[in-house]
T-cell receptor, first 113, second 115 residues
């Protein structure tokens, strides 16, 4: 049973544009929602994470928006750069991240000049 | 480099052989996780340890899979009698939950190819 649904599967954005990736979850016990970035041949690297007591968190060009009632959260990448081209995974966990992560299926982001 | 270290990076073996992977977590991280990632998918949880105790195992972890963390430091994941469906990237992550939620840091994985 897939508990975290992610869309789109792939995304092409022009340099300087805004990249938006969406996720939805089912398990209301989730209380920690990280986003990971993965380059080919590398392991996932944490980008930014949010807890459900806030609706938005911003770190540099990366912002998470969180809608608890809709059980949805999204990643916004502002001023997208070619170096942002990677696969992005949303995830969810209980116990504020101190338990196993349940991942979405990933979004392959390509930034074109 | 003080990140999570996994060895080997790539393992090619014939169907039916046994394989063992090693993970060295970040120093003083007492939680260690194993995940499996197939092409085009997100990582799937396999098992995790708190120090040397194995606290949870996924249904994905069949009886051909065994994981250990004997001294609460490095961990090994063994697959016996490998099958074609075991071909995947095996990822290790570690964290230190003391003092609140701490992110899981991932290694670069071991890619297993079954011939």
């Amino acid at each position: 049973q897939q508990q975290v649904k992610q869309s789109p599967q792939s995304l092409i954005v022009q340099k300087g544009g805004i990249s938006i990736i969406n996720c939805a979850y089912e398990n209301t016990a989730f209380d920690y929602f990280p986003w990971y970035q993965q380059f080919p041949g590398k392991g996932p690297a944490l980008l930014i994470a949010i807890r459900p007591d806030v609706s938005e968190k911003k770190e540099g060009r990366f912002t998470i928006s969180f809608n608890k009632s809709a059980k949805q959260f999204s990643l916004h990448i502002m001023d997208s750069q070619p170096g942002d081209s990677a696969t992005y995974f949303c995830a969810a966990s209980t116990s504020f991240g101190n338990e196993k992560l349940t991942f979405g299926t990933g979004t392959r982001l390509t930034i074109i000049p | 480099d003080t990140g999570v270290s996994q060895n080997p990076r790539h393992k090619i073996t014939k169907r039916g052989q046994n394989v063992t992977f090693r993970c060295d977590p970040i120093s003083e991280h007492n939680r260690l996780y194993w995940y499996r990632q197939t092409l085009g998918q997100g990582p799937e949880f396999l098992t995790y340890f708190q120090n040397e105790a194995q606290l949870e195992k996924s249904r994905l972890l069949s009886d051909r899979f065994s994981a250990e963390r004997p001294k609460g430091s490095f961990s090994t994941l063994e697959i016996q009698r490998t099958e074609q469906g075991d071909s995947a990237m095996y990822l290790c992550a570690s964290s230190n939950p003391r003092g609140g939620n701490q992110p899981q840091h991932f290694g670069d994985g071991t890619r297993l190819s079954i011939l």
